[in-house]
């Protein structure tokens, strides 16, 4: 997978993704991580990224023009806004247009008078055939149709994430699917807020939940921890994603490790039966326990969507008296 992250302060990743598991992912080729400066694309001495708002108000916004550049420099392709043919689904202009290659053939000519024509002639195929594909952002395929066997097959195009309070609130479930991409350009916004065009780039608008942070690097950091974790060979335990807190739809339960007793404090015996059994019926009930205690809520959607068994129903009954 590769990651890249847009922002006005790049170093701020040294750290996070110089470090465990992150560095690990990095050296094992699964995850390669780049973190672009965004007032590389600012054109004026003072390397300005933000403005005042119209309308007045408190704080700066974030410029759209050098946004805009960047993420077109970085994925090498040119955005417009959403098209008709979209209705409404504000990626897919986006996934459309990532088909279509800017061409600046005049360079490459070498005085071949027939260069351009022939370039701006393949320009004009693969924006028809972009166009031609609008359709397929209506099914639950995201991407435009394969073409046939023997010709080339189109690189899945990037998807590009913003952090924001308007944001579908991002959960376990959330960071599978972002785990199956193969490429995310985090978008990450800083004081005020961002110009609202920007959003006409994004695929995905993440909130973490319902408070203020500094920083959209902050926020994406958490995003880009809990999505790398969930790709094979990331973690030292391959059934490590799956066997712990919200994956299952109920919170993990409580681990222990030597000494078996430390100030009067012991693991409870069942973790040193050796009964394998007996250790993952404990294990059930206390995840049951937990969350019906801490997060009830998670154990009304467990039950719900019929998870629970007669022996979990048994358990919690006798919870209650």
Same mark, same amino acid.
């Given at each position: ?13 040294? =750290?996070?993704? !110089? ?8 050296? &094992? ?26 309308? $007045?108000?408190? @704080? ?19 955005? =417009?806004?959403?098209?008709?043919? %979209? ?27 027939? %260069? ?15 166009? =031609?594909?609008?359709?397929? %952002? ?8 394969? *073409?046939? *066997?023997?010709? *080339? ?11 924001? *309070? ?14 199956? +991409? @193969?490429?995310?350009?985090?978008? %990450? ?25 500094? =920083? ?13 974790? &969930?790709?094979? $060979? ?13 994956? /299952? ?24 039966? !050796? ?18 205690? /801490?997060?009830?809520?998670?154990? +009304?959607?467990?039950?719900?969507? $019929? ?12 919870? !209650?008296?």
């Amino acid at each position: 997978m590769l990651i890249e992250t847009l922002s006005t302060f790049p170093h701020m990743y040294d =750290s996070v993704m !110089g470090e465990s598991m992150m560095k690990r992912a990095q050296k &094992k080729g699964i995850l390669e991580f780049r973190a672009h400066d965004l007032r590389d694309w600012t054109h004026d001495r003072h390397r300005t990224t933000d403005d005042d708002p119209y309308g $007045g108000g408190a @704080g700066l916004v974030m410029k759209c023009e050098p946004i805009f550049e960047a993420v077109e420099d970085i994925l090498g392709r040119e955005f =417009s806004a959403t098209t008709e043919e %979209c209705k409404g689904d504000a990626g897919c202009s986006n996934r459309a247009s990532s088909a279509v290659t800017t061409f600046t053939a005049e360079a490459e000519c070498g005085g071949d008078t027939g %260069c351009p024509d022939r370039a701006s002639s393949a320009a004009n195929e693969t924006a028809q055939w972009a166009v =031609s594909q609008s359709e397929d %952002c209506l099914s639950e395929s995201r991407y435009p149709v394969a *073409p046939p *066997p023997g010709e *080339p097959q189109p690189t899945p195009p990037a998807k590009i994430v913003f952090l924001a *309070p308007q944001g579908r609130t991002f959960d376990d479930a959330y960071a599978t699917e972002l785990a199956g +991409e @193969g490429h995310l350009l985090f978008v %990450c916004g800083h004081y005020e807020g961002i110009d609202e065009r920007v959003y006409s780039l994004a695929d995905h608008v993440i909130s973490l939940g319902d408070y203020v942070l500094t =920083s959209g690097e902050l926020a994406s950091m958490v995003v880009i921890d809990a999505v790398v974790r &969930k790709l094979p $060979g990331v973690l030292g335990a391959a059934d490590g994603p799956v066997d712990e807190s919200f994956t /299952s739809g109920l919170l993990e339960y409580p681990q222990y490790t030597r000494p078996a007793n430390f100030r009067g404090m012991e693991v409870p015996p069942v973790l040193l039966s !050796g009964n394998h059994g007996a250790v993952a019926q404990w294990r059930r009930e206390q995840s049951l326990a937990r969350t019906a205690a /801490s997060r009830p809520d998670l154990l +009304e959607a467990f039950e719900a969507a $019929g998870h629970l068994t007669k022996a979990d129903r048994t358990f919690l009954a006798s919870l !209650g008296e």
